[in-house]
Nanobody, 124 residues
Framework: QVQLVESGGGLVQAGGSLRLSCAAS????????MGWFRQAPGQERRFVAA????????YYTDLAKGRFTISRDNAKNTVFLQMNSLKPEDTAVYYC?????????????????WGQGTQVTVSS
């Protein structure tokens, strides 16, 4: 199994930037496709971004395109989410997830392991 721990959340003003990190345990981190999801109060958990095992392919929700960048460092067992031009509607708990079975990368059900989440709050 994989244990995931997110960090880097906080309070920022609209237009600001934030970089989230997700540290993973284990020696076979490169075998997992990694994703970021977010969940606002009263909302379902929604896809934000994903990255392939080697980092050669990246996927984004429409709201993230042009503003967010997902990356990974397999040598350090870490995946990142760089968030720029943040908007109040980006406010949510952000979760890191790992998929070992090749499920649907756009849906939470496609991932096998989850972190505890990190709060991102964007003020207007």
């Amino acid at each position: 199994q994989v244990q995931l721990v997110e960090s880097g959340g906080g309070l920022v003003q609209a237009g600001g930037s934030l970089r989230l990190s997700c540290a993973a345990s284990g020696r076979r981190f490169s075998l997992y496709r990694m994703g970021w999801f977010r969940q606002a109060p009263g909302q379902e958990r929604r896809f934000v971004a994903a990255i392939s095992r080697l980092g050669d392919s990246r996927y984004y929700t429409d709201l993230a395109k042009g503003r967010f960048t997902i990356s990974r460092d397999n040598a350090k067992n870490t995946v990142f989410l760089q968030m720029n031009s943040l908007k109040p509607e980006d406010t949510a708990v952000y979760y890191c997830a790992a998929d070992e079975a090749g499920g649907n990368l756009y849906q939470a059900r496609g991932y096998d392991y989850w972190g505890q989440g990190t709060q991102v709050t964007v003020s207007s």
